[in-house]
């Protein structure tokens, strides 16, 4: 991925002028003057890690697989959300790990985690760079340098079990490759997070990444049937038989860890074929709660979707959803509702069937397939929309919570007013839009995406919006993240989401599996 953008360079999303034309209407967008800093031309703290570390180091993973040139620090010198993209706007020093190392199995792992518990270097795991939370911040923690420990070599389909219906991949294989590699056998792992062309395996798994097709195929953590991971003072191996009455289960120990536990080196996920029938179809609905009813008694009865998604009115008017036409014309008044159906065509047809009749029986009036389509053409396209808007002086982020059914609407209000409020505060009025991605049968997620005008300093701009929001869902009973993870930026929240005494329990196993604390300081964990 660029430096300092999202993803392909060759893919990026110039504004179009319906869209410059609906900002400067609805937040008063400023054009901006502002220029791209070249790599080159970028600033970054001198590596402190000392030749005596680098030649041990590069004496585990080989001279090649240690790089401490600048380039190779700056792509691993954070992740993706839009404070990261705008503190790589900044003229200034930056920060970035002291060393990239790159090793290539286990063994390597492991004695890249001995040698800097006793040297007192902090370790980032690093899989992607997609992380959106600030976990991948080359926070030092007190210790004598930080090195990014990239899991890109981790790269193979380790077994495939057709009978059983399950896989082993390297923590490094992306998304992409992941389908490449299974669908060669015929198989599909289903697993299309907003961040799929990037992210990896291993990344899934330490932030509990939920996909688009959640409502068929699950949360990543839902398909993981075993891992593999690296600490400090051992191996753990996890995951033995499909269910087990063993104790608590430790993957659930594993899964989120967020890399400050140790290093997941593979995983072994649940898959299937590859489907041999899809089916689309877009619904409008009159208002948010119509259609979120509507989800929920679809989720309720469980008539089978593989994708159901509802857009408000405020990202419905815009065409967010679709991405193809957004701020051009709209789809449909009220609310846009989506539904993907995947599985024998027999399958397919019942439940599509099934749901289309729930649905319209409850206020839904179908738009046909086109509006779904649209959706999954531009569905990983939305980051690259972002970058633009950065650059044309508009604030733009997304954040996310779940909450019970019943505390739907109130949650959702609570979270739109704080954010209004907050930027409002800055003298910007402000877009929120939001809707619900992933559904279960006792509640769903609220994803929230915002655009505003950059006023004064950006990056504190956000900070204020997002820490309001953030209040507002704890306040109103919503986690503080669904499936972004924690990191830095909500670790502040993660004693009122888990307690005094689970955050006990958290740095109990910190201290068991890490006794160094090397591993990602300054995330997860209060």
């Known amino acids: 991925m660029k430096w300092n953008a999202w993803g392909d360079p060759a893919a990026a999303k110039p504004l179009s002028e319906g869209i410059r034309s609906l900002l400067k209407q609805a937040v ?10 070249a790599a080159d031309d970028v600033r970054l703290r001198p590596s402190a890690l000392s030749p005596a570390d680098k030649d041990a ?14 380039r190779d620090r700056l792509l691993r010198a954070g992740g993706k959300s839009t404070l990261d993209l705008l503190r790589r706007r900044d003229a200034g020093v930056q920060d970035a790990p002291d060393a990239v190392l790159l090793p290539g199995d286990d063994d390597a792992v492991a004695a890249i985690l001995g040698y800097c518990s006793e040297h007192r270097i902090a370790v980032i795991p690093f899989g992607g760079g997609t992380n959106v939370v600030g976990g991948l911040d080359p926070t030092r923690g007190g210790f004598e340098a930080v090195v990014s420990l990239d899991l890109h070599r981790f790269d193979q389909l380790i077994e495939l079990d057709e009978v059983s219906g399950q896989a082993t991949l390297g923590a490094g294989v992306t998304g992409p490759d992941a389908e490449r590699l ?4 015929g198989f599909s792992l289903g697993h299309f997070p907003q961040s799929f062309e990037y992210a990896t395996i291993g990344g899934f798994a330490a932030t509990r990444s939920s996909g688009q097709d959640s409502a068929g195929y699950g949360r990543f953590d839902d398909m993981v049937r075993g891992l593999r991971m690296v600490t400090p003072v051992g191996t753990l191996e996890l995951g033995r038989a499909p269910a087990s009455a063993a104790g608590p289960d430790l993957r659930q120990l594993l899964l989120g860890s967020e890399g400050t536990f140790g290093v997941i080196t593979q995983v072994r996920v649940r898959v299937h074929r590859i489907p041999e029938a899809v089916a689309y179809e877009a619904w409008s609905f009159p208002d948010f709660e119509t259609g979120a009813a509507a989800l929920r008694a679809v989720t309720q009865i469980g008539t089978g979707p593989t994708v159901i998604r509802l857009s408000d009115e405020v990202e419905t008017g815009v065409n967010l959803a679709t991405t193809e036409a957004i701020g051009e014309s709209q789809i449909t008044g009220g609310c846009l509702g989506l539904t993907v159906f995947e599985g024998t065509k027999e399958h397919v047809e019942s439940r599509h069937a099934e ?5 319209a029986g409850r206020g839904g009036t179908s738009l046909g397939e086109g509006p779904a389509r649209a959706w999954e053409r531009g569905r990983f396209g939305a980051p690259y929309l972002r970058d633009s808007l950065l650059s044309a002086g508009a604030l733009c982020e997304t954040l996310e919570t779940a909450t019970d059914w019943a505390g739907v609407p109130t949650l959702k209000a609570a979270v739109t007013q704080a954010l209004t409020d907050a930027l409002a505060e800055t003298g910007t009025p402000a877009l929120v839009m939001c809707h ?4 279960y049968p006792t509640g769903a997620s609220l994803y929230f995406t915002i655009v505003a005008g950059q006023r004064g300093n950006p990056i504190e701009q956000w900070r204020a919006a997002k820490k309001a929001a953030s209040d507002a869902i704890i306040a109103h009973g919503g986690t503080i993240t669904h499936h972004h993870a924690v990191g830095a930026d909500h ?8 307690g005094e005494l ?5 740095r109990a196993v910190k201290a068991t599996l ?8 300054g995330k997860l964990i209060p």
């Open 182 to 185: 299974l669908g060669a056998r």
């Open 514 to 521: 890490d006794p160094a604390g090397i591993l990602n300081p």
């Open 491 to 498: 670790r502040p929240w993660m004693r009122a989401e888990v």
């Open 502 to 506: 689970g955050v006990q329990v958290l």
């Open 28 to 37: 008063g967008l400023q054009d901006s003057g502002e220029t791209d800093i």
């Open 57 to 70: 180091l590069a004496g585990i993973v080989g001279p090649e697989y240690c790089r401490t040139d600048d």
């Open 436 to 439: 619900i991605s992933h559904v």
């Open 355 to 359: 749901t289309s009749a729930l649905l």
